[in-house]
């Protein structure tokens, strides 16, 4: 069974930091590219960043480049966000997302930025 399962949101103060994870399982990890996508209430899901299967290379939506940076394990199975010098513009659900032929979601976890 394939699952996605994110974890590390919460609630943070603007400028502050938050380090999401998402563990993968039930399929062939090291082969499928990652991303993190982010929704906002009544806003469309966006791409916030990805990484290809190896790790090698990376991409970022110009709103997080600088602030953001992804990064995988594959020997965990595990892909990571950092999101550093955060806004109240950042606040969404974030998912990350596996895709090769197949493509597959989690189910999302909550960031807001607020003071």
């Known amino acids: 069974q394939v699952q996605l399962v994110e974890s590390g949101g919460g609630l943070v103060q603007p400028g502050g930091s938050l380090t999401l994870s998402c563990a993968a399982s039930g399929f062939m990890f090291g082969s499928y590219a990652m991303s993190w996508h982010r929704q906002a209430p009544g806003k469309e899901r966006e791409l916030v960043a990805v990484?290809?299967?190896?790790?090698?290379?990376?991409n970022y939506a110009d709103s997080v480049k600088g602030r953001f940076t992804i990064s995988r394990d594959n020997a965990k199975n595990m892909v990571y966000l950092q999101m550093n010098s955060l806004k109240p513009e950042d606040t969404a659900v974030y998912y990350c997302k596996a895709f090769l032929w197949k493509v597959y979601w989690g189910q999302g976890t909550q960031v807001t930025v607020s003071s």
């Open positions: 990484i290809t299967s190896t790790g090698g290379s990376t």
